[in-house]
């Protein structure tokens, strides 16, 4: 009874509590398994972002619900922003769900199992399903931290929850509840932990960490919190990379800009969703910014750091869009070169303002757009990386890569993904690489030999 499959829908974010979940159960004794096949628990933690993403985790929820029928010991848990959102009326639409845990409950998974699993053993299968949503009163413990694991190369550190911004198409307020952060000497004590294990490279997560601690933590010399944590952060030994997602474009500020030309640590790479090119949109949106502005900021953080690399969110088919809105996100999109972006198709969210507007923009027409923003980016991303073939790039070495023999995974500090010979020892070094190769996603190319320790065995 304690084989446990956590199967992950959506963000970093979520991926951080999975992984979290995970190592908490596993110090409880539980074992964590690869396959959902294998398992007695099956978790599914989930999102609400778009309806697609909660349609999937209903439908793999009444699939597995089948195989709970024919073995009712097997358990099944919701977690996280779907289990928040919906709440009980998960329940009533799956009766066999036996846990529905919210976005502050993580934490709490492991007691919760072993209340199941001992009140199956007491009374036979089929215990009172648990509902557990409550705020958590001392919230900002229920924010996730790193407390025992395996090493990790890169890791996610979360630094604060929740979001306090009105975008009317966002239900995150209401999932992730208001925002509240972690003390910087709670995240730096576990950063040091963590590189003292191995880790190289920290990516801070937060719904909007450039709002990190505004409340709690007072501007010294006028930097924000935030900066404050990234500078603490890259005096730390042994520490190679930050980075750090999801800022808000307001929240960019000059100590920010300025951090980046002064931080060596801060990688150049900056995901800064836009949602859209038209400022009769984004104010539809509630986006406290203009178009010209962000192009601004994109300006301003290319003089700091020309060697930049720029990533986004945009939804097509916000209602009211027209065809000219959305040709103007074209054009921005195109004139800023997003190196990467992440491309959504509205979809409304009950209880946020924009659910009260039509959704006028057809289905075709959403998914028409999304095809020709995808276009342009592939372009761009290939043409990026291709710029790269016959440099010299400092990789990050993560891993085996999944396909060949010999073969391992790495990132520039733009954040592209490469692929080249090299040793298992060099896991976790940063080394020099010449690119070779290029495609739209992936950078091939060989350890470079000047000024490097390859690791690489040399027959004798
Ligand atoms: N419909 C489509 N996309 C959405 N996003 C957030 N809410 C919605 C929605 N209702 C997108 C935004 C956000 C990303 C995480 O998800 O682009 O930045």
Redesign the pocket.
Known sequence: MNRVYIKTYG?QMNQRDSEQVACDLRSRGYSIVQHEEDADVVLLNTCS??DQAEQKAIGKAGHLARRKRENPNFVLGILGCMAQNRGSELLDRLPDLDLVAGTQKFHRVPDHLDNLIASMNAQGPRPTSILDLEEELDSQNAINSHKAGERQVSAFVSIMQGCNMKCT???VPKTRGPERARPIAHIIQEVETLVANGTREVTLLGQIVTSYGRREIPFIDKKSPFVQLLEQLNEIDGLERIRFTSPHPRGFKEDLVEAYGRLDKLCEYAHL?V?SGSDRILKAMNRPYSVDRYMQLVRDLRAVQPDMYFST???VGFPGETDQDFQMTCDMFEEIGFDMA?I??????SGTPAAELHDDVPKTVKEERNQILLKILEKQSRRRNASLVGTIQEILVECPARKGEGMFMGRTRGFRKVIFPASQRLIGEMVDVEIEESSVTTLKGRLSLTGVDTGMAVAT
Do not use: L
């Open positions: 963000c972002v778009r198409f966002c239900i969703p949602q969110d945009i939804i992440f959504f198709k509205y979809s409304p969210r």
